[in-house]
């Protein structure tokens, strides 16, 4: 088992920023890359960014360079710094562990941010 653990989000008027915080225990294969996804209330779960421990990054293209994601080896935990926050990014975010890009099975609770206008 990976324990994943959130923490951030909250309300926020457009054009803010938040940051989510998540860190991921257990067995160290297990929690290679660190991934946020976001679901917003009628849709479908979708890619936010990924982080690997040797700092790699990706990020979902629709996000247009708003979302930053970094990974703290001193504090072994992933950061998602949102900004210039939308209204379209209201959503339930989840962080997931996992060996690499393409596979998290290990998830966190998720965190509501809500954004208005």
């Known amino acids: 088992q990976v324990p994943v653990v959130q923490s951030g989000g909250g309300l926020v008027q457009a054009g803010g920023s938040l940051r989510l915080s998540c860190i991921a225990s257990?067995?160290?294969?297990?929690?290679?890359?660190l991934g946020w996804f976001r679901q917003a209330p009628g849709k479908q779960r979708e890619f936010v960014a990924a982080v690997t421990r040797d700092g790699s990054t990706k990020y979902a293209p629709s996000l247009g360079g708003r979302f930053t994601i970094s990974f703290d080896n001193a504090v072994d935990t992933a950061h998602l710094l949102m900004n210039r926050l939308k209204v379209e990014d209201t959503a339930v975010y989840y962080c997931?562990?996992?060996?690499?890009?393409?596979?998290?099975?290990?998830w966190g609770q998720g965190t509501q941010v809500t954004v208005s206008s």
């Open positions: 257990g067995d160290h294969f297990s929690r290679v890359a």
């Open positions: 997931a562990a996992g060996p690499d890009w393409d596979d998290f099975p290990y």
